[in-house]
């Protein structure tokens, strides 16, 4: 029962999480998953069949912009997704989305009636 809360919550910020790695510099699919599992110490162990559906409707809405690689050597081609204009706006204000939501639900939680 708890994993099916906690794939719903997590589903919500996968979004922000996404744009805040590209904000950086531009990445490719594994380099997503990788660092997301990394950088949040195994919480957001991500598929390629989550990842990509975000990335298709990130760049869908103009908020990332994808492009391939050259090839170097024996290196395949790989599809780089980076930050637009519009990403970086949008990165600061679902930011500011997710952190009143947060501290709205920290408030409840901490002050809300006994359980």
Do not use: C, H
């Not at 906690?6 to 998953?33: A, H, S, T």
């Not at 990165?91 to 939680?109: D, P, S, T």
Request: hydrophobic letters at 35%.
């Amino acid at each position: 029962m708890t994993e099916k809360y906690e794939r719903q919550m997590k589903k919500g910020i996968l979004d922000l999480l996404v744009l805040k790695l590209l904000n950086r510099q531009p990445k490719y699919g594994y380099q997503l998953i990788s660092e997301l599992r990394d950088q949040s110490d195994g919480i957001f162990v991500l598929k390629e069949g989550t990842l990509y559906p975000i990335l298709y409707r990130l760049e869908d809405d103009g908020l990332i912009e994808s492009r391939w690689s050259e090839p170097e050597g024996k290196q395949v081609p790989r599809k780089y997704y980076a930050m637009t204009e519009k990403g970086k706006t949008a990165l600061g204000e679902i930011r500011q989305v997710w952190e009143q939501i947060a501290f709205g639900v920290a408030k409840f939680l901490d002050g809300g009636e006994a359980e």
